[in-house]
């Protein structure tokens, strides 16, 4: 079955210390894995899609990269306002549905 | 830029009552879809509309839910007969095409059953 985990389920960071966040997913044929950015009490907010491995995108201070198996989204110098839960997400191989993963809750501290 | 809204941003209800969630997707997208997150739960699919009719539904979706396109704007998800654990967080979203392409969510009805 399809599965999307994500890691580490929660990060505390110092503002400017820079992190990762991981994203692994099992899906067959892969149509694109998508990051999204969820503040409490608001639906998930589009940051980016990746579509094949080796495949990079920024804003601002956030990257995010894919390989086969993984991504990551890179917070460099991050900020308080950078506080937030970061999801990501694939579709299902046989459908258009997206399956999330359970998000990285990111704290940052002034 | 072009934002999915929904609305009520905050309905409780008495279990048993039929509650309707309304959507206004982004004007130019052909797909919908309807999510929810129970508190401290994953976001996880409900039902996928497309050209007038649900393509995709998950086994949440059962016989109490429906959805409509009453019109060329509205997007609208009906709980027949509330039950408590329908309380959540329901979101609407929307994307230009299916596959492949990144969904816009709006902020949410919070469905509170009591």
């Known amino acids: 079955e399809d599965q999307v985990t994500q890691s580490p389920e929660a990060l505390r960071l110092q503002e400017g210390e820079s992190s990762s966040l991981n994203c692994s997913y099992t899906v067959s044929g892969l149509r694109g894995l998508f990051w999204y950015r969820q503040d409490p009490g608001k639906g998930p907010e589009f940051l980016f899609t990746l579509y094949s491995a080796g495949e990079e995108k920024e804003k601002e201070r956030l990257k995010a990269t894919l390989t086969k198996k993984e991504s990551f989204l890179h917070i460099t110098a991050p900020k308080p306002e950078d506080s937030a839960t970061y999801l990501c997400?694939?579709?299902?191989?046989?459908?258009?549905?997206?399956?999330f993963g359970a998000g990285t809750t990111v704290t940052v501290r002034a | 830029e072009p934002e999915v809204t929904q609305t009520p941003s905050h309905q409780v209800t008495q279990m048993g009552q039929e509650v309707i969630l309304r959507c206004v997707p982004i004007s130019n997208h052909l797909y919908f879809y309807w999510y929810r997150q129970i508190l401290g739960q994953k976001v996880e699919f409900l039902v996928s509309?497309?050209?007038?009719?649900?393509?995709?539904k998950s086994e949440i979706f059962d016989d109490q839910f429906s959805v409509e396109r009453p019109d060329g704007s509205n997007f609208t998800l009906k709980i027949r007969s509330t039950k408590l654990e329908d309380s959540a967080m329901y979101f609407c979203a929307s994307s230009r095409q299916g596959s492949g392409q990144p969904q816009h969510f709006g902020d949410g009805t919070r469905l509170s059953i009591l």
């Open positions: 509309f497309y050209n007038n009719e649900i393509s995709e």
């Open positions: 997400a694939v579709p299902r191989s046989n459908d258009y549905k997206l399956s």
